[in-house]
């Protein structure tokens, strides 16, 4: 590749990546330079400052039409400019809920790399939402958990905290191993690491022997990447990291690590083995084929999240256990597969982003002065502080899918989608409306501490601005998105187009 | 009546309320009182002005509202399909429902002058109760009605939950749990026909599963026709309740503060019946017509059950609330005679059961107040220390046992009326509930309000002044309807004609 032809591809689509990569890089060197007794708050505030930037440069791309430079390694289609959004105002909303984290010990001497960890790892989530090619795919990934794990151990002094990171590591390695195992195979058969011409030569080529290093393939990665997603079989790394990792990393891995996971499966599954076919009379793709796995664990994710949860006393450890059922939820929208499939998935991971991070900032404040992590902290939460029970009550009516809230549109989305090919999800609806109601006893256990018992600490709560800021955005969002739906849905269909060039 | 969003002012005219109350100071306890009693009131009127406007004769038709939105996936592609509208109106039943709901949210909201703490919260949640309940009879479309199912919820949870008695949250989480699961399934049935439609709309609904040549997204087949049909049933039956599904609600009626069982046993239990007569009777009539003697066989069942049981409690709550299970199985054998004598029985019977329920739960809230116990056992003689008081709740026992003159006798015998036309043997049966229905109730009141005084009632004062208002009121309602019943069949005419014709009978 000569100085010509690179200079000719249009970089500006890749404005937001650069942003973020430029403002974590100043902010390394600001850290560098900056007195050792100097707060590091003030670098976290420029973080923000980059993801703001880099979220307008996104909105001024979106009605940019599909685009591929680097010889088809970096795409910009209307899938990457949607979820990326997702990504970029979910790492925001963290960053705002990691500036006020003050734990009692163990940041003190890493409070800057806090701040730019994070923008590496939303770069990484970034780089695969617009992957083209399976390597860039990996490196996105990579950067992403390598970031991650570092951050889940945080608190270097603090014992949880690193078993956390450990656990995190030696878990996410296996997977990625796995992964990596079975794009070997598509590699292998296909001769590229380029998704479009694996899609071109797995139409063009067809070998009975291919369905089954394909569907090996397809085994290897699904298992590898269902770790990301915090769903079955990998999903037994979440409660003890997240439990053990800082507030806002816990809130960084449950909304932007999973969607981040959301789309490199989504690129993977609906490049590659939408284009496989599966080898049967009618000529369906491979895909329709590997349904039934994939609503396997669906369910499988959903009743092990749901009913675990059950008997959760660490508000932390509740919310992973809630985080495995939300990622079940989602799966059921892949494992339909209808038409409605990227619009239900981009609602859903939206509203399950705000309302997740509201719950999160306000468990953040909670359980900080105590240092105590148990569900007892939020008792009397409403005498103490009103709008904080009502908004958290808000959040988790959200999470359990009732009426008025964003949580419950997007369900109401995904049963339809399950139910509108012709085949319906019949088992894999039925099983995810019983273990929403299996959640309404561990989200109703929360709200009875709030509002039923009485506090065992009278103290008035202050709420710093930036938790604040995150509450009211989260708290306006999942009741705007619950009454108006529209907003979200009109915006989608303005703005993607049904997300076709995503197969182009 | 030509008023633009007339419903939606209606059904949304409480959440005025819940904004004035949140301004309020927490201590400020009669204001508080007042203003969301005040908040139950423009509900009431409006109502009663839809009502009044019907009787002269004017068209239901004009108060139908509709705007568009949610459209879910791409509209240029897919038209109307898949778009769900924000649409209300109103037939005869469901405006008798409404002006129920109004009258008994005004009343209980009098009632919850006994409400001891945290007024401010409990207020904010009865007037949200108040409006998923006028919500639930006006809306029209199935989403629509869902949302405002679930709007009850959880008002309800909380109300019962940190208002109630001793046992309040085991109460309030059965209500949960099982109230949760009668509505996924109703969710299941909801989304399936919306996904093989494209549309939720009732009145659509009805016509798509009901033509020969319906134009469906994907097909519907008969026997998932008869699957949903009885998913509805359950759901339904858990709100009804109807036999095996219906120890959450005992505990409800015991648990929950007298103000909320009013709601509950008065409006909350009558959507299940609402439901089955508008989609089960509606969307699927012929499946309903296989099914139906079925209902009358579980209506039997409820009214022998609950009767029995009613009949070995000691605690006079609890014989109120399995009577109100004895007296919904009258509501499923008027549903499963399915000719127009049941089914106006059926009616009437919901209506009815919701002021006598009312009215005795508001009574057993007057004398809660004032002797701390509602066990009969303990009672005994109250007509010395409140004869008024003793009097209306022998009133209420008689209107509820069916006495000539009273709503009860009218809808008891138009629901048995039916029933011996279409399956007389197991009407007999059933007519073994109505005099067991006497022998439980006199021997209830009797003990509570004759016979030898466990307790020195001096002391006790009788019913105040505020106190008269719901008493009178579903008194004069209660008989009203008993002597001059076309108050509630005139209304009811067209949706008895339009269910009849879906019925071919």
Known sequence: ??????????????????????????????????????????????????????????????????????????????????????????????????????????????????????????????????????????????????????????????????????????????????????????????????????AGFLTSVYNEQHIYLLGLAFFMIVVGLSF????????????????????????????????????????ILFSIFANAP?????????????????????????????????????????FAYSSIAQAGYLLVVIASMSLFMFDTLWFYLGAYLFMNLGAFAIIQHVTHKSGSEDISQFAGLYRRAPFLAIAMAVFLLSLAGIPGTAGFIGKLNIFMGALVPS??????????????????????????????????????????????????????????????????????????????DFFQ | MNLAYFLSILVFSPLLGILVLSFLPKTQESLIKTVGFLATIP????????????????????????????????????????????????????????????????????????????????????????VGMLGVFAAENLILFFIFFEITLIPTFFLIGKWGYFEKENAAYSFLIYNGLGSAVLLIVIMVLFARTG?????????????????????????????????????????????????????????????????????????????????????????????????????????????????????FKMVLAYSSISHMGIVLIGLGALNEAGIQGAIFQVVSHGLIAALLFFLVGVFYERVQTSNIQNLGGLAKGMPITAGFLLAGAMASLGLPGMSGFVSEFMAFLGLFKEMPILAAVGTIGIIMTAVYLLRAVLGITYGKAHRDFAGITDLKKFEYVPVLVLVGLIVLIGVYPSVLSEPLTSTLETIMLGIGG
């Open chain 2, 199 to 315: 549309t939720a709309n009732i009145d659509a609904l009805m016509a798509a599963m009901n033509s020969d040549n319906p134009q469906l997204v994907a097909p519907i087949s008969e026997n998932m026709k008869m699957g949903l049909l009885i998913a509805l049933l359950i759901a339904f039956g858990v709100k009804l309740p109807i036999f095996p599904l219906h120890s959450w609600m005992v505990r409800v009626h015991v648990q929950a503060p007298p103000s909320i069982v009013m709601l509950h046993a008065g409006v909350l239990l009558k959507i299940g019946a609402f439901g089955l007569i508008r989609f089960g009777m509606g969307i699927f009539p012929e499946q309903f017509q296989s099914l139906a003697v079925w209902l009358a066989v579980l209506g039997v069942v409820n009214l022998l059950y609950g009767a029995f049981l009613a009949f070995v409690q000691t605690d």
């Open chain 2, 43 to 130: 509900a009431l009127v409006l109502s009663l002005i839809a009502y009044f406007q019907y009787r002269a004769g004017a068209s239901l038709d004009q108060l139908n509202e509709k705007v568009s939105w949610i459209q879910f996936g791409d509209s240029s592609q897919l038209g109307n399909l898949f778009s769900i509208d924000y649409e209300l109106g109103l037939d005869g039943f469901s405006l008798i429902m409404i002006v129920l709901t109004a009258v008994l949210s005004t009343l209980a909201a009098i009632a919850s002058i006994h409400i001891k703490k945290e007024w401010k919260g409990y207020f904010m949640l009865f007037l949200l109760l108040e």
């Open chain 1, 228 to 267: 990301k997603l915090a769903a079955a079989p990998f999903h037994m790394w979440a409660p003890d990291v997240y439990q053990g990792a800082p507030t806002p990393v816990t809130a960084f891995l449950s909304v932007v690590s999973k969607t981040a996971g959301f789309i490199i499966i989504i690129r």
């Open chain 1, 423 to 500: 085949e319906g999800h019949y088992v894999l609806v039925s099983i995810m409306i019983a273990t929403t109601v299996i959640s309404y006893f561990y989200y109703f256990g929360v709200m009875v501490q709030m509002f039923f018992r009485p506090a065992a600490d009278t103290g008035k709560v202050k709420i710093p601005v930036a938790l604040t800021a995150v509450i009211g955005i989260s708290i306006a969002a999942t009741i705007l998105f619950g009454v108006a739906p529209n907003i979200a849905f009109d915006f989608l269909q303005g703005n993607f187009n049904q997300f076709t």
């Open chain 1, 1 to 198: 590749m000569d100085l010509e032809t690179l200079l000719s591809y249009e970089w500006g689509i890749m404005a937001p990546e650069f942003i973020i990569l430029g403002v974590a890089t100043a902010l390394t060197l600001m850290d560098l330079f900056m007195p050792k007794t100097q707060s590091r708050k003030i670098l976290g505030w420029v973080g923000f400052a980059g993801i703001l930037a880099a979220l307008v440069s996104l909105l001024g791309l979106i009605g940019h039409g599909p685009e591929s430079i680097l010889l088809d390694t970096f795409r910009l289609d209307s899938f990457a400019k949607a979820f990326k959004l997702l990504l970029l105002i979910g790492s925001a909303l963290v960053l705002l809920i990691a500036i006020s984290y003050e734990p009692n010990e163990g940041l003190e001497e890493f409070r800057g790399e806090f701040f730019y960890l994070f923008l590496a790892a939303l770069l990484g989530a970034m780089i695969m939402s617009s992957s083209g090619d399976l390597i860039t795919l990996f490196v996105g990934l990579e950067l992403l958990s390598i970031s991650s794990y570092i951050l889940a151990g945080m608190r270097k002094r603090n014992q949880l905290s690193n078993e956390s990171a450990m656990k995190y590591v030696i878990n996410g390695s296996i997977a990625t191993a796995i992964t990596l195992f079975g794009m070997s195979y598509v590699y292998g058969l296909t001769g590229t690491t380029n998704l479009k011409e694996m």
């Open chain 1, 278 to 318: 599966s080898g049967d009379v009618q000529g369906l793709p491979m895909i329709l084929a590997l349904q039934d796995y994939i609503a396997f664990l669906a369910g499988a994710t959903m009743i092990i999240g749901n009913v675990i949860a059950l008997r959760q006393r660490n508000i932390k450890r509740l």
